[in-house]
């Protein structure tokens, strides 16, 4: 799947941005926990907290503490 750009200029008319993970372990046949988030459509893109927004699995406890107020703070309502 080819990365978007933050720019809206080059999105190709994609106004909104859903980032999507899923917890769970081994194969989807099992509990599986998925969440989905977006943003708001004027969100720059180069906002600080967003490079914590990777991978969770490499995040530290605390940074993904971090993480989680920055989505809770940042999503679009």
Do not use: C, Y
């Not at 899923?22 to 180069?46: C, K, S, T």
């Amino acid at each position: 799947m080819p990365a978007l750009s933050w720019n809206p200029d080059t999105r190709g008319g994609v106004k909104l941005i859903a980032g999507v993970d899923e917890a769970g372990r081994g194969p989807l046949a099992g509990p599986v926990v998925p969440a989905a988030v977006i943003f708001p459509p004027d969100l720059r893109g180069d906002e600080p907290w967003l490079k914590f927004l990777d991978d969770s699995k490499k995040l530290t406890h605390v940074n993904r503490e971090r993480a989680v107020e920055a989505v809770r703070q940042n999503a679009w309502r």
